[in-house]
C-alpha cells in the first residue's frame, strides 16, 4: 500500500507529503507500478526520509538520491513511497 509521495515544494526542493514512521524498517520508492530503489532505514525511516531532503555534504548516497528524486519529480507530479517496518 503506498505510504507517502515525493512531491515538489515552490523552493525547488523536495518532500513527503505525509508523515512517516519513526522506526527502522525497509522503503521503495516507485513510478507507477514500477520500483525504482529499496532501501534499508537502520537508524529510522523518517529520519532517513529526511536526509533525503537536506542531504549533508559528506551524504554521497543521499546527495545522488536527492537529485534523482528531484529529476523523476521535473517531469511527474510525484514519486511514490512504500514502507515496511518489523512488528
Known sequence: ELAARWVPTDAGTITLDRSVPAAPGVYAFA?????????????GIARRMRSYTRPGSRQLTSQRLNRLILAELAT????????????
Do not use: E, H, I, R
Open 31 to 43: 513510478l507507477g507500478d514500477a520500483v525504482t530503489y529499496v532501501g534499508v532505514a537502520t537508524a
Open 76 to 87: 511527474c507530479p510525484s514519486l511514490g513511497v512504500y514502507f515496511a517496518t518489523p512488528g
